[in-house]
């Protein structure tokens, strides 16, 4: 064996050698920034003597195969940061109450820190499974994914390029065989990684394949597990727990509107009571990350039969700053959930379903340019109808509505209601909307069939699904889908997705207030509360854009809806409402300058789009404006003054792809009663933009030559209407 001198050899350039602070907003100073261009940083995979190196010039993971497995470094490449202080076990499992162990090791002097010369001395943990070998490969697709290219301006690849290694685990000897039965006691093991290109980010998860001749149980495991350097001192506990450079998110996702690690039921960042020699007394240092499930999965898994667990992905900061860390939280979603960033036109059309009332919803769409058509709750559609009559009635109006080039599809409600049985419904005494449905009960198994089995035989386009699995645990014995409620939650939540993954897979785009993006959901509420669309409309206006504007750090806009009661809604009475439109036209307009400004898209909620050719007039220019600039409207938030009332307030989209087009679009609004001139820097660094470049301020303008600062921000001097807004368009020099 070659005397192990350090993790290998590798040359590293530092993409990002330093970041600096103007005005808030970091600036690389390489100009080698992935998320200008992500082309360079292309993902590999390979081998040395005693490691598998996974690294793409961002992100780096070695794990360590000699003398034991487990992962010894977690790097980012841009700032030399390392995240592990100590090894740990690379998955952990109890199977029919007996505990395994995947990997690790043991030997380490001290946990606070983890030096290259130690590595070869450990040995591997006792009793742990033991590392067979590896294959690798390009990434495969984890779900199908029937794509809506008119809907997006993006092109989008699925599935992600890069690599992934399959790492096998068998039981060591004498403890996988059954010396009376000649079969294996203990099942095989595969721990899964991939790595993407162009992106700073890494993903885990384990199948474990029952080759044992016998049933087993999987009562819980730990899919993830590092020991991490610690962020902040004793002192500092509450920033510790936000103070990571490593986000990690996982597509066990309910019970959370948003892409937040935090809310997550599979991502545990903790303490680890072992490690005697660190900083806090009491040992509550925030340390750890564990990934694993809030309880169960406790799923019986039959012979020959493979279990697949949640994934993890882990994305590494190469700065503190807000905004930028904001981005690279934008940039992962777009390359793990490629449909988030499809973004229709949404018509929510709210009286009566009759065929006359939807062909006339089409119509409306069609005359307008908006792209979708959802029969609303409140309209009378039933999506649980099995009636074959109801059935083809709706699919005739698909049929009619695809030709038309409109998508049609409806809304269901799944939570926040009873349904089934009396025993279809013993449910956690504190559930998510105090009463809802098991999914696993023989009534859930039903309703999600019936939902897929419409929507397929329709043709619909679009799904709505109000209240989709929260996370409620059930205790019921007699659901044949579950056995109790150790097992519910996993059940649960793997039907809901299994329904988004067929709606994914045929087409059907998803709107769903929960956190199903990486399972095929495209798009949840934005943050709003509901009742506000109650207020009187003109002070809906500045609170929907502190929504856009909130809502829009780490997700991308195309990842949420906000609301129009064109109709009203929860109450107002016409103080509330937008109808009739044509007498309230210039509000009507404000909320398309609101919300096509920053690519979010809206329920507009009612039962036209419009009313008179002067509001006909208004919509299809609202709509010519976002469909003449999607790439860009569609693009990154950032983000300038947030709407106070007091004055101005805006952001700049922005998008660095293309050559020579256009890079960017600054909104910005006047919420006084008179005109205001103000002084106004735009930061167009993640446009792409520096040196010389051309701008247009207002919506007819000609393009004019400026010249941006060293930190590629230009200042102007404009003037925005009273209550109205002004455009800035940034493109390349010509």
Same mark, same amino acid.
């Not at 602070?21 to 040395?48: F, I």
């Given at each position: 064996?070659?005397?192990?001198?350090?993790?290998?050899?590798?040359?590293?350039?530092?993409?990002?050698?330093?970041?600096? $602070?103007?005005?808030?907003?970091?600036?690389?100073?390489? /100009? $080698?920034?992935?998320?200008?261009?992500?082309?360079?940083?292309?993902?590999?995979?390979?081998?040395?003597?005693?490691?598998?190196?996974?690294?793409?010039?961002?992100? =780096?993971?070695?794990?360590?195969? $000699?003398?034991?497995?487990?992962? @010894?470094?977690?790097?980012?490449?841009?700032?030399?940061?390392?995240?592990?202080?100590?090894?740990?076990?690379?998955?952990?499992?109890?199977?029919?109450?007996?505990?395994?162990?995947?990997?690790?090791?043991?030997? =380490?002097?001290?946990?606070?820190?983890?030096?290259?010369?130690?590595?070869?001395?450990?040995?591997?943990?006792?009793?742990?499974?033991?590392?067979?070998?590896?294959?690798?490969?390009?990434?495969?697709?984890?779900?199908?994914?029937?794509?809506?290219?008119? %809907?997006?301006?993006?092109?989008?690849? %699925?599935?992600?390029?890069?690599?992934?290694?399959?790492?096998?685990?068998?039981?060591?000897?004498?403890?996988?065989?059954?010396?009376?039965?000649?079969?294996?006691?203990?099942?095989?093991? @595969?721990?899964?990684?991939?790595?993407?290109?162009?992106?700073?980010?890494?993903?885990?998860?384990?199948?474990?394949?029952?080759?044992?001749?016998?049933?087993?149980?999987?009562?819980?495991?730990?899919?993830?597990?590092?020991?991490?350097?610690?962020?902040?001192?004793?002192?500092?506990?509450?920033?510790?727990?936000?103070? !990571?450079?490593?986000?990690?998110?996982?597509?066990?996702?309910?019970?959370?509107?948003?892409?937040?690690?935090?809310?997550?039921?599979?991502?545990?960042?903790?303490?680890?009571?072992?490690?005697?020699?660190?900083?806090?007394?009491?040992?509550?240092?925030?340390?750890?990350?564990?990934?694993?499930?809030?309880?169960?999965?406790?799923?019986?898994?039959?012979?020959?039969?493979?279990?697949?667990?949640?994934?993890?992905?882990?994305?590494?900061?190469?700065?503190?700053?807000?905004?930028?860390?904001?981005?690279?939280?934008?940039?992962?979603?777009?390359?793990?959930?490629? %449909?988030?960033?499809?973004?229709?036109?949404?018509?929510?059309?709210?009286?009566?379903?009759?065929?006359?009332?939807?062909?006339?919803?089409?119509?409306?769409?069609?005359?307008?340019?908006?792209?979708?058509?959802?029969?609303?709750?409140?309209?009378?559609?039933?999506?649980?109808?099995?009636?074959?009559?109801?059935?083809? =009635?709706?699919?005739?109006?698909?049929?009619?509505?695809?030709?038309?080039?409109?998508?049609?599809?409806?809304?269901?409600?799944?939570?926040?209601?009873?349904?089934?049985?009396?025993?279809?419904?013993?449910?956690?005494?504190?559930?998510?909307?105090?009463?809802?449905?098991?999914?696993?009960?023989?009534?859930?198994?039903?309703?999600?069939?019936?939902?897929?089995? !419409?929507?397929?035989?329709?043709?619909?386009?679009?799904?709505?699904?109000?209240?989709?699995?929260?996370?409620?645990?059930?205790? /019921?014995?007699?659901?044949?889908?579950?056995?109790?409620?150790?097992?519910?939650?996993?059940?649960?939540?793997?039907?809901?997705?299994?329904?988004?993954?067929?709606?994914?897979?045929?087409?059907?785009?998803?709107?769903?207030?929960?956190?199903?993006?990486?399972?095929?959901?495209?798009?949840?509420?934005?943050?709003?509360?509901?009742?506000?669309?109650?207020?009187?409309?003109?002070?809906?206006?500045?609170?929907?854009? =502190?929504?856009?504007?909130?809502?829009?750090?780490?997700?991308?806009?195309?990842?949420?809806?906000?609301?129009?009661?064109?109709?009203?809604?929860?109450?107002?009475?016409?103080?509330?409402?937008?109808?009739?439109?044509?007498?309230?036209?210039?509000?009507?307009?404000?909320? !398309?300058?609101?919300?096509?400004?920053?690519?979010?898209?809206?329920?507009?909620?009612?039962?036209?789009?419009?009313?008179?050719?002067?509001?006909?007039?208004?919509?299809?220019?609202?709509?010519?404006?976002?469909?003449?600039?999607?790439?860009?409207?569609?693009?990154?938030?950032?983000?300038?003054?947030?709407?106070?009332?007091?004055?101005?307030?805006?952001?700049?989209?922005?998008?660095?792809?293309?050559?020579?087009?256009?890079?960017?679009?600054?909104?910005?609004?006047?919420?006084?009663?008179?005109?205001?001139?103000?002084?106004?820097?735009?930061?167009?660094?993640? /446009?792409?933009?520096?040196?010389?470049?051309?701008?247009?301020?207002?919506?007819?303008?000609?393009?004019?030559?400026?010249?941006?600062?060293?930190?590629?921000?230009?200042?102007?001097?404009?003037?925005?209407?009273?209550?109205?807004?002004?455009?800035?368009?940034?493109?390349?020099?010509?």
């Amino acid at each position: 064996m070659k005397k192990r001198t350090g993790f290998s050899l590798i040359v590293v350039t530092f993409v990002v050698s330093c970041l600096t $602070n103007v005005d808030g907003l970091a600036e690389p100073v390489s /100009a $080698n920034d992935w998320l200008l261009d992500p082309a360079p940083y292309k993902a590999s995979v390979r081998q040395t003597d005693h490691d598998w190196i996974l690294e793409n010039g961002l992100v =780096q993971r070695v794990v360590t195969i $000699n003398p034991g497995s487990a992962t @010894t470094s977690l790097r980012c490449l841009a700032t030399g940061e390392e995240f592990v202080r100590a090894v740990s076990p690379e998955a952990r499992l109890k199977i029919g109450g007996e505990e395994i162990v995947v990997g690790g090791m043991t030997g =380490q002097p001290i946990q606070n820190y983890l030096l290259p010369e130690w590595i070869g001395k450990m040995k591997p943990a006792d009793g742990a499974y033991i590392y067979l070998g590896a294959e690798t490969g390009p990434i495969e697709a984890r779900l199908e994914w029937k794509r809506h290219p008119e %809907w997006t301006a993006r092109k989008l690849e %699925w599935p992600p390029k890069g690599r992934h290694i399959a790492m096998r685990y068998a039981p060591p000897s004498g403890r996988g065989n059954g010396a009376a039965t000649n079969t294996k006691r203990l099942p095989s093991l @595969t721990v899964h990684y991939e790595i993407y290109d162009g992106i700073p980010v890494v993903s885990k998860w384990f199948t474990l394949t029952n080759d044992t001749g016998r049933a087993i149980r999987l009562d819980t495991f730990t899919a993830e597990e590092l020991s991490l350097a610690e962020p902040a001192g004793q002192f500092d506990c509450e920033w510790q727990q936000t103070a !990571f450079n490593l986000h990690a998110e996982s597509n066990f996702g309910y019970d959370r509107m948003g892409w937040r690690g935090e809310d997550n039921h599979a991502i545990h960042f903790g303490t680890d009571k072992t490690y005697k020699t660190q900083e806090s007394y009491t040992y509550n240092g925030i340390n750890t990350l564990r990934c694993y499930p809030d309880m169960g999965p406790a799923v019986t898994i039959k012979p020959d039969e493979t279990f697949e667990s949640f994934r993890v992905w882990e994305l590494v900061f190469d700065t503190t700053e807000r905004e930028r860390r904001g981005l690279s939280l934008r940039r992962m979603q777009r390359i793990i959930a490629p %449909w988030t960033s499809e973004n229709p036109l949404m018509f929510h059309n709210k009286i009566r379903a009759t065929p006359e009332n939807v062909r006339n919803a089409i119509e409306q769409c069609k005359a307008t340019g908006f792209e979708v058509v959802i029969m609303s709750f409140g309209s009378g559609f039933n999506l649980e109808s099995k009636d074959p009559n109801y059935r083809a =009635q709706y699919k005739a109006l698909a049929d009619e509505a695809r030709a038309a080039g409109i998508a049609l599809g409806g809304y269901s409600l799944t939570s926040s209601r009873n349904a089934g049985t009396l025993t279809d419904n013993v449910q956690n005494p504190h559930p998510r909307f105090r009463r809802g449905p098991c999914l696993a009960s023989r009534w859930g198994h039903d309703y999600l069939a019936t939902l897929a089995s !419409f929507m397929e035989e329709a043709g619909f386009g679009i799904f709505e699904n109000d209240g989709p699995y929260p996370g409620d645990w059930c205790s /019921a014995t007699n659901h044949p889908y579950h056995s109790g409620k150790e097992d519910s939650i996993w059940t649960q939540w793997r039907a809901q997705s299994d329904l988004y993954r067929f709606c994914r897979a045929h087409g059907v785009y998803v709107n769903q207030p929960d956190g199903y993006f990486l399972e095929g959901g495209s798009k949840t509420a934005g943050g709003y509360r509901e009742t506000n669309w109650s207020l009187p409309r003109d002070l809906q206006v500045l609170i929907e854009r =502190q929504n856009v504007y909130d809502n829009s750090w780490s997700w991308n806009t195309s990842m949420h809806w906000m609301f129009v009661p064109l109709a009203q809604y929860h109450g107002g009475g016409d103080a509330a409402t937008v109808e009739p439109l044509s007498k309230n036209l210039a509000h009507y307009s404000s909320r !398309f300058a609101n919300l096509l400004g920053a690519g979010v898209q809206a329920c507009w909620r009612g039962p036209r789009l419009y009313d008179t050719p002067e509001t006909l007039a208004m919509v299809k220019k609202w709509v010519k404006f976002y469909k003449d600039n999607r790439r860009v409207l569609d693009g990154d938030m950032i983000h300038l003054r947030r709407a106070d009332g007091r004055d101005w307030d805006g952001w700049i989209m922005v998008d660095p792809t293309p050559g020579d087009g256009l890079r960017a679009i600054a909104s910005l609004f006047n919420p006084l009663n008179q005109p205001i001139k103000r002084g106004i820097t735009l930061p167009l660094y993640y /446009a792409g933009l520096s040196g010389e470049a051309e701008i247009a301020v207002g919506d007819e303008a000609e393009f004019k030559t400026v010249s941006l600062d060293p930190a590629c921000k230009i200042s102007l001097d404009v003037e925005i209407p009273a209550n109205g807004h002004l455009h800035i368009f940034c493109r390349k020099r010509q």
